[in-house]
């Protein structure tokens, strides 16, 4: 599970790409590959305050599954009511970044057990 922190007010927010957010993007845009890309390439405030608040739901979603800290969430309005578009910028990077790693797949791959760890000349 891709996740990311976005600092609001001084708190940190867990903030999740998820299946569950995949399929908020699907129910608005129709297509989630076209919605994401509308919204990670217009940067139009209200697309990514409305995507910022999916993921921090997921993110404190995911938190509480796995046991771990949770912020809590806010709402699209409480967000639009407290964060200044001085504040678009952080939030559009940190929906930016996670998102990416959401979708770049990442494989790790272990050595054998008894293989050899350098090729012989």
């Known amino acids: ?55 921090i739901e997921a993110g404190s979603r995911y938190a509480r599954m796995e046991g771990m800290a949770d912020a809590g969430t806010l709402t699209l309005d409480e967000l639009l009511d407290t964060m200044g578009l001085d504040d678009f910028q952080s939030a559009f990077a940190a929906v930016t970044q996670t998102t990416k790693d959401g979708l770049t797949p990442h494989v790790e791959v272990e050595p054998a057990k008894n293989a050899k760890t350098t090729p012989e000349k």
């Open 1 to 55: 599970m891709r996740t990311g922190t976005v600092n609001i007010h001084g708190k940190e927010y867990m903030i999740c790409f998820s299946t569950r957010v995949i399929v908020r993007i699907e129910e608005k845009y129709g297509d989630y590959t076209k919605g994401l890309e509308s919204i990670l390439s217009g940067g139009k405030a209200s697309d990514v305050f409305w995507l910022l608040a999916e993921m």
